[in-house]
């Protein structure tokens, strides 16, 4: 079993960057595929961004290219850097965990979220 909590949301103007960490506890970390997913008010949930094992990376084409994904196993710690953010990023952000080491799109772990709020 996994247990995870978000952190490092917050309010930033657009343009601006913010640095999401997702703790984990439970001894499948190292060997799971790790994603982060988004809510935003009214929409349902969407696929952020996705590192497997190995460190092999997958984004939604609207994150591209501003978003990086990256996890220490020894630290059982996953990143969401993100850079360039638009009003549109603004969202409950998730971290999750699945149960292979592969990209996949079952999670089967969720984090709390934390909160970020892109501002105009």
């Known amino acids: 079993q996994v247990q995870l909590v978000e952190s490092g949301g917050g309010l930033v103007q657009a343009g601006g960057s913010l640095r999401l960490s997702c703790a984990a506890s439970?001894?499948?970390?190292?060997?799971?595929?790790m994603g982060w997913f988004r809510q935003a008010p009214g929409k349902e949930r969407e696929f952020v961004a996705a590192i497997t094992r190995n460190s092999y990376t997958n984004y939604a084409d609207s994150v591209k290219g501003r978003f990086a994904i990256s996890r220490d196993n020894a630290k059982n710690t996953v990143v969401l850097q993100m850079n360039s953010l638009k009003p549109e990023d603004t969202a409950v952000y998730y971290c999750?965990?699945?149960?292979?080491?592969?990209?996949?799109?079952?999670?089967?772990?969720w984090g709390q979220g934390t909160q970020v709020t892109v501002s105009s």
């Open positions: 439970g001894r499948t970390f190292s060997t799971s595929a």
């Open positions: 999750a965990a699945a149960r292979v080491p592969g990209f996949t799109s079952q999670y089967d772990y």
